[in-house]
Protein backbone atom coordinates (compact mmCIF):
# COMPACT_ATOMS: atom_id res chain seq x y z
CA UNK A 1 0.00 0.00 0.00
CA UNK A 2 1.62 3.50 -0.78
CA UNK A 3 1.96 6.02 1.73
CA UNK A 4 2.12 8.86 -0.50
CA UNK A 5 -0.36 12.10 0.77
CA UNK A 6 -0.78 15.44 0.21
CA UNK A 7 0.00 18.70 2.51
CA UNK A 8 -1.78 22.13 1.54
CA UNK A 9 -1.07 25.33 2.91
CA UNK A 10 -2.60 28.49 1.90
CA UNK A 11 -0.19 31.48 2.19
CA UNK A 12 -1.18 34.95 3.21
CA UNK A 13 -1.30 36.26 -0.35
CA UNK A 14 -4.21 33.50 -1.04
CA UNK A 15 -1.52 30.82 -2.62
CA UNK A 16 -2.26 27.18 -2.27
CA UNK A 17 1.17 25.49 -2.01
CA UNK A 18 1.01 22.07 -2.04
CA UNK A 19 3.42 19.26 -2.05
CA UNK A 20 2.93 15.15 -1.77
CA UNK A 21 4.39 13.53 1.69
CA UNK A 22 5.77 10.34 1.59
CA UNK A 23 6.96 7.97 4.65
CA UNK A 24 6.94 7.91 8.11
CA UNK A 25 9.21 9.20 10.58
CA UNK A 26 10.61 13.27 11.84
CA UNK A 27 9.62 15.88 9.18
CA UNK A 28 11.75 16.80 6.65
CA UNK A 29 10.73 19.30 3.94
CA UNK A 30 12.53 19.18 0.43
CA UNK A 31 13.08 22.66 -1.37
CA UNK A 32 13.15 22.34 -5.17
CA UNK A 33 15.68 23.88 -7.66
CA UNK A 34 14.90 26.48 -9.75
CA UNK A 35 14.31 24.42 -12.84
CA UNK A 36 11.79 21.32 -11.84
CA UNK A 37 9.43 20.93 -9.51
CA UNK A 38 9.63 19.12 -5.46
CA UNK A 39 8.58 15.69 -7.51
CA UNK A 40 11.23 15.82 -10.16
CA UNK A 41 14.00 17.13 -8.33
CA UNK A 42 13.60 14.52 -5.64
CA UNK A 43 12.11 11.19 -7.10
CA UNK A 44 15.18 9.32 -7.01
CA UNK A 45 16.55 10.45 -3.57
CA UNK A 46 13.00 10.22 -1.27
CA UNK A 47 12.31 6.28 -1.69
CA UNK A 48 15.99 5.95 0.24
CA UNK A 49 14.69 7.83 3.07
CA UNK A 50 11.05 6.99 3.74
CA UNK A 51 11.87 4.75 6.09
CA UNK A 52 13.31 6.85 8.52
CA UNK A 53 11.20 9.86 7.66
CA UNK A 54 8.50 11.80 6.54
CA UNK A 55 9.28 13.53 3.45
CA UNK A 56 7.25 16.65 2.10
CA UNK A 57 7.56 17.83 -1.34
CA UNK A 58 5.87 21.34 -1.88
CA UNK A 59 6.09 23.14 -5.03
CA UNK A 60 7.14 26.54 -5.88
CA UNK A 61 4.41 28.69 -6.70
CA UNK A 62 3.17 28.44 -10.10
CA UNK A 63 4.30 24.51 -10.36
CA UNK A 64 3.47 20.86 -9.18
CA UNK A 65 0.34 21.04 -7.05
CA UNK A 66 0.72 25.00 -5.91
CA UNK A 67 -1.10 27.39 -7.24
CA UNK A 68 0.10 30.40 -9.63
CA UNK A 69 0.30 34.24 -8.73
CA UNK A 70 2.14 36.97 -10.13
CA UNK A 71 4.08 37.58 -7.38
CA UNK A 72 7.29 35.27 -7.64
CA UNK A 73 9.78 37.73 -5.92
CA UNK A 74 12.53 36.39 -3.54
CA UNK A 75 11.05 37.34 -0.54
CA UNK A 76 7.72 36.08 -1.14
CA UNK A 77 9.31 32.70 -2.05
CA UNK A 78 11.09 32.20 1.38
CA UNK A 79 7.23 33.20 3.12
CA UNK A 80 6.27 30.84 1.27
CA UNK A 81 8.55 28.21 2.99
CA UNK A 82 7.88 29.42 6.32
CA UNK A 83 4.41 29.40 6.27
CA UNK A 84 4.94 25.80 5.09
CA UNK A 85 7.34 25.40 7.95
CA UNK A 86 4.86 27.06 10.64
CA UNK A 87 1.96 24.57 9.34
CA UNK A 88 3.84 21.62 10.35
CA UNK A 89 3.57 22.58 14.13
CA UNK A 90 6.92 21.14 15.07
CA UNK A 91 10.28 22.10 14.13
CA UNK A 92 11.26 20.50 11.07
CA UNK A 93 14.65 19.97 8.77
CA UNK A 94 14.79 21.42 5.46
CA UNK A 95 16.76 20.15 2.63
CA UNK A 96 17.11 22.34 -0.60
CA UNK A 97 19.16 21.85 -3.58
CA UNK A 98 20.64 24.75 -5.18
CA UNK A 99 17.97 27.76 -5.25
CA UNK A 100 16.02 26.03 -2.97
CA UNK A 101 19.25 25.68 -0.43
CA UNK A 102 19.03 29.67 -0.81
CA UNK A 103 15.64 30.02 0.34
CA UNK A 104 16.15 27.28 3.10
CA UNK A 105 18.89 29.00 4.45
CA UNK A 106 16.56 32.14 4.82
CA UNK A 107 13.69 30.68 6.15
CA UNK A 108 15.80 29.07 8.88
CA UNK A 109 16.89 32.47 9.66
CA UNK A 110 13.09 33.94 10.38
CA UNK A 111 11.99 31.46 12.04
CA UNK A 112 11.89 28.76 14.58
CA UNK A 113 10.56 26.29 13.32
CA UNK A 114 13.88 24.71 11.46
CA UNK A 115 15.11 22.22 13.19
CA UNK A 116 18.52 21.83 11.25
CA UNK A 117 19.38 22.72 7.65
CA UNK A 118 20.83 20.13 4.72
CA UNK A 119 22.04 22.79 2.13
CA UNK A 120 23.36 20.57 -1.12
CA UNK A 121 24.55 22.94 -3.38
CA UNK A 122 23.85 26.31 -2.50
CA UNK A 123 24.59 29.74 -4.29
CA UNK A 124 26.08 32.48 -3.12
CA UNK A 125 25.42 35.42 -5.57
CA UNK A 126 27.67 37.84 -3.68
CA UNK A 127 30.48 36.02 -4.72
CA UNK A 128 30.39 36.01 -8.13
CA UNK A 129 33.13 37.20 -10.17
CA UNK A 130 32.65 39.14 -13.66
CA UNK A 131 32.84 35.84 -15.26
CA UNK A 132 30.88 33.72 -12.78
CA UNK A 133 28.27 36.74 -13.83
CA UNK A 134 28.58 36.53 -17.59
CA UNK A 135 28.58 32.15 -17.52
CA UNK A 136 25.27 32.59 -15.55
CA UNK A 137 23.56 35.37 -17.45
CA UNK A 138 24.75 34.06 -21.40
CA UNK A 139 22.47 30.80 -19.67
CA UNK A 140 19.73 32.72 -18.81
CA UNK A 141 20.07 34.62 -21.41
CA UNK A 142 20.00 31.29 -24.37
CA UNK A 143 17.12 29.68 -22.29
CA UNK A 144 14.96 32.69 -22.60
CA UNK A 145 15.98 32.68 -26.32
CA UNK A 146 14.98 29.19 -26.57
CA UNK A 147 11.53 29.39 -24.55
CA UNK A 148 10.76 32.61 -26.68
CA UNK A 149 11.11 30.09 -29.60
CA UNK A 150 8.54 27.31 -27.78
CA UNK A 151 11.68 25.62 -27.49
CA UNK A 152 10.57 24.77 -23.52
CA UNK A 153 12.69 21.61 -22.90
CA UNK A 154 15.64 22.99 -24.82
CA UNK A 155 15.42 26.13 -22.93
CA UNK A 156 15.79 24.02 -19.69
CA UNK A 157 18.92 21.87 -20.79
CA UNK A 158 20.49 25.45 -21.95
CA UNK A 159 20.03 26.86 -18.52
CA UNK A 160 21.52 23.83 -16.65
CA UNK A 161 25.00 24.41 -19.13
CA UNK A 162 25.77 26.28 -16.28
CA UNK A 163 25.53 24.66 -13.08
CA UNK A 164 25.65 20.97 -14.52
CA UNK A 165 28.89 18.94 -15.66
CA UNK A 166 28.81 16.72 -18.56
CA UNK A 167 27.33 13.54 -15.88
CA UNK A 168 24.72 15.81 -14.75
CA UNK A 169 23.12 16.36 -18.15
CA UNK A 170 23.75 12.83 -18.81
CA UNK A 171 22.01 11.76 -16.39
CA UNK A 172 18.98 14.17 -16.38
CA UNK A 173 18.64 13.68 -20.11
CA UNK A 174 18.29 10.00 -19.77
CA UNK A 175 15.44 10.69 -16.52
CA UNK A 176 13.67 13.17 -19.02
CA UNK A 177 14.02 15.79 -16.56
CA UNK A 178 14.38 18.57 -19.17
CA UNK A 179 11.05 17.42 -20.95
CA UNK A 180 9.04 16.78 -18.02
CA UNK A 181 9.85 20.31 -16.38
CA UNK A 182 10.24 22.63 -19.55
CA UNK A 183 6.49 23.56 -19.17
CA UNK A 184 8.24 25.49 -15.69
CA UNK A 185 10.69 27.11 -17.99
CA UNK A 186 8.40 30.84 -17.94
CA UNK A 187 8.41 30.41 -14.13
CA UNK A 188 12.33 29.55 -13.79
CA UNK A 189 12.72 33.28 -16.63
CA UNK A 190 10.46 35.27 -14.13
CA UNK A 191 12.63 34.10 -10.71
CA UNK A 192 15.86 35.10 -12.46
CA UNK A 193 14.05 38.51 -13.19
CA UNK A 194 13.00 39.10 -10.04
CA UNK A 195 16.58 38.05 -8.61
CA UNK A 196 17.54 40.73 -10.81
CA UNK A 197 15.54 43.21 -9.59
CA UNK A 198 15.73 42.33 -5.80
CA UNK A 199 16.59 45.43 -3.11
CA UNK A 200 17.53 44.00 -0.03
CA UNK A 201 19.55 41.34 1.11
CA UNK A 202 19.87 37.96 -0.49
CA UNK A 203 20.10 34.57 1.33
CA UNK A 204 23.90 34.42 1.06
CA UNK A 205 24.17 37.81 2.64
CA UNK A 206 26.19 37.30 5.84
CA UNK A 207 23.76 39.22 8.22
CA UNK A 208 21.25 36.43 6.68
CA UNK A 209 23.52 34.11 7.49
CA UNK A 210 24.76 34.48 10.71
CA UNK A 211 21.28 35.32 12.28
CA UNK A 212 20.63 31.40 11.25
CA UNK A 213 20.67 29.44 15.31
CA UNK A 214 19.78 26.04 13.91
CA UNK A 215 22.79 23.40 12.65
CA UNK A 216 23.46 23.82 8.63
CA UNK A 217 25.35 21.04 6.65
CA UNK A 218 26.24 22.76 3.30
CA UNK A 219 26.88 19.36 0.75
CA UNK A 220 29.09 20.03 -2.25
CA UNK A 221 29.66 17.57 -4.97
CA UNK A 222 34.00 17.11 -5.86
CA UNK A 223 33.06 17.27 -9.51
CA UNK A 224 30.79 20.44 -9.63
CA UNK A 225 31.91 23.86 -10.88
CA UNK A 226 34.82 25.41 -8.25
CA UNK A 227 32.50 28.24 -7.53
CA UNK A 228 29.95 26.14 -5.78
CA UNK A 229 32.97 25.00 -3.54
CA UNK A 230 33.27 28.85 -3.02
CA UNK A 231 29.87 29.13 -2.49
CA UNK A 232 29.53 26.40 -0.03
CA UNK A 233 32.63 27.96 2.13
CA UNK A 234 31.00 31.24 2.03
CA UNK A 235 28.05 29.66 4.04
CA UNK A 236 30.32 27.92 6.50
CA UNK A 237 32.07 30.92 7.20
CA UNK A 238 29.15 32.76 8.03
CA UNK A 239 26.38 30.97 9.25
CA UNK A 240 27.21 30.12 13.32
CA UNK A 241 27.23 26.12 13.20
CA UNK A 242 27.98 24.89 10.15
CA UNK A 243 29.98 22.06 8.49
CA UNK A 244 30.59 21.21 5.65
CA UNK A 245 30.37 17.53 3.68
CA UNK A 246 31.80 16.11 0.17
CA UNK A 247 30.28 14.02 -1.56
CA UNK A 248 32.52 12.05 -3.54
CA UNK A 249 32.66 12.11 -7.72
CA UNK A 250 29.24 14.16 -7.56
CA UNK A 251 28.03 17.22 -9.47
CA UNK A 252 25.70 20.14 -9.13
CA UNK A 253 22.84 17.05 -10.03
CA UNK A 254 23.56 15.40 -6.81
CA UNK A 255 19.76 14.43 -6.02
CA UNK A 256 19.73 12.79 -9.25
CA UNK A 257 23.08 11.28 -10.17
CA UNK A 258 24.28 9.98 -6.26
CA UNK A 259 20.49 9.91 -4.68
CA UNK A 260 21.72 6.78 -2.50
CA UNK A 261 25.01 8.19 -1.36
CA UNK A 262 23.15 11.60 -0.83
CA UNK A 263 20.94 9.63 1.60
CA UNK A 264 23.04 8.41 3.32
CA UNK A 265 24.80 12.24 4.05
CA UNK A 266 21.34 13.24 4.73
CA UNK A 267 20.38 10.24 7.16
CA UNK A 268 23.50 10.88 9.23
CA UNK A 269 22.95 14.67 9.59
CA UNK A 270 20.07 14.76 10.86
CA UNK A 271 19.16 11.41 13.03
CA UNK A 272 21.82 13.92 15.13
CA UNK A 273 20.72 17.09 14.11
CA UNK A 274 16.75 15.95 15.28
CA UNK A 275 17.53 14.40 18.40
CA UNK A 276 15.56 16.23 21.34
CA UNK A 277 17.22 18.55 23.31
Not at 122 to 133: C, I, L
Amino acid sequence: MSTQRTHYVTTTDGVTIGGTVHGQGPPLVFLQGVIGDGDLDFQALVPHLTGRFTCHLPSMRGRGLSGDHPDLSIGRQIEDVIEYLDSMQEPTGLVGWSGGANFGLAAAAQTDAVAAVAAIEPVANSQMDEQEQAALGGAVARAGELAAEGNLAAAMRAFADYPFNDDDIAAAEAAGYFEASARYAPKMLKLFQHLREHEGPLPDDPVVLGAISAPVQVLHGTDSRPFMTTSAQHVVDHAPNATTREMPGAGHAAPLTHPEALAEALTEFFSVAQQPV
